[in-house]
């Protein structure tokens, strides 16, 4: 996901998208934990999603 894409999204559809990708990074771990995981490079990229979301929820808007 792109940092342009994220922010065009309202703040409600951004914390929705939070929670999306916080509980998909918990199934991912535990997923990993059981050898389950096929892309193990899953977990880096959720978590630069999650970080990209909280930095567009962070920031102050600049219109």
């Not at 199934?27 to 909280?54: H, L, P, Q, Y």
């Amino acid at each position: 996901m792109k940092m342009s894409e994220i922010t065009n999204k309202t703040a409600a559809d951004l914390t929705k998208m939070l929670d999306e990708k916080r509980e998909a990074l918990r199934v991912s771990r535990f997923g990993s934990a059981g050898a389950k995981n096929k892309n193990v490079k899953e977990a880096m990229t959720i978590r630069r999603d999650i970080a990209r979301i909280m930095t567009a929820l962070n920031s102050p808007k600049t219109a």
